[in-house]
């Protein structure tokens, strides 16, 4: 029971601190032209050596940024129920948004490899730095035409790490707060 | 839980889009982004002179760029311009096929003529 409830704690703690953490989780380059540090909480994008984060994506930003707050809120009511739970034995619930989250980025992945397969015609891991050619006529909404050889740098921040093992910890106190709940309930 | 959290997703994006100007302001910062990019994107114009016709590049990033037309590659040092001949038999194809290559990333424009 104390090893569950401190798996609780230990768990909105980290959701806690992957919430409140400005730094980024992914960096991707598109020719050292376009650099992207990407978070679900923030996407700071520069073309050249101009920052776009405030301006052209601002609009996208202005939604994370809610998001971030809405999460820390989550984050902070999680917590207190966790301490609630010690005191008063209670089992709460477990948050699960940096598991889904974490996931996400790593289905995020296989879309890319699909999507790039069925434009160039070849699977390309989309992790390191890597060759991708692109014919622009085969993207219609932008209704060019010619080609862009880019060398593309995608790879995971330290950040993303603390987040998906955040994540793989979250879902192990789901699995023990399930099997505490089963034994309470006999 | 969820209701809480979406209450304070939506009333912090609400007080964001106030603060920013609504529409408007909102509006207007994604215009700057544009104008961002556009400064940041090399020039490109056709000058017919007595000589001929010569595609004008200027160089409006902060690194250099190099620029390819039918076998003719010139390196742009960064606010710096320059032209590039282009041969007349161009003009039956009706097409210009440009390379601009900054940095590791390589654009080719075919520009009808």
């Given at each position: 029971m104390i090893s569950g409830a401190l798996f609780r704690l230990i768990s909105s703690f980290s959701y806690f601190i992957v919430a409140v953490s400005p730094l980024p989780w992914w960096y991707t380059s598109i020719g050292g032209v376009i650099n992207v540090y990407d978070s679900p909480f923030f996407v700071n994008v520069y073309y050249m050596e101009q920052n776009l984060s405030c301006t052209l994506v601002y609009p996208i930003n202005l939604l994370l940024i809610s998001l971030r707050l809405a999460e820390v809120f989550t984050s902070i009511v999680y917590s207190f129920s966790s301490v609630e739970g010690i005191v008063k034995g209670k089992i709460p619930d477990t948050p699960l948004f940096t598991f889904y989250v974490s996931l996400f980025y790593l289905l995020d992945l296989i879309l890319f490899s699909v999507i790039d397969y069925f434009m160039i015609g070849k699977l390309i891991a989309p992790v390191g730095a890597f060759k991708e050619n692109v014919s622009?006529?085969?993207?219609?909404?932008?209704?060019l035409n010619g080609d862009i050889s880019a060398e593309i740098t995608n790879y995971p921040l330290p950040m993303f790490y603390v987040t998906l093992a955040s994540g793989l910890f979250s879902l192990v106190t789901a699995i023990v707060s399930n099997d505490e709940r089963k034994i309470t309930r006999r | 839980m969820k209701v809480g959290n979406i209450l304070v997703f939506l009333i912090s994006a609400l007080i964001l889009f106030l603060i920013n100007g609504s529409i408007n302001g909102i509006h207007e910062s994604y215009n700057q982004g544009l104008l961002q990019v556009s400064q940041e994107t090399p020039k490109f114009t056709i000058v017919e002179n007595y000589s001929g016709v010569y595609l004008a590049v200027n160089n409006t990033l902060a690194v250099p760029i190099k620029v390819a037309l039918y076998g003719h590659q010139v390196k742009i040092s960064p606010d710096e311009s320059a032209t590039i001949p282009i041969n007349n038999s161009v003009f039956k194809t009706h097409e210009i096929r440009i390379t601009l290559t900054v940095e590791n990333l390589s654009i080719l424009f075919i520009e009808r003529v």
């Open positions: 622009l006529s085969r993207i219609p909404f932008l209704n | -």
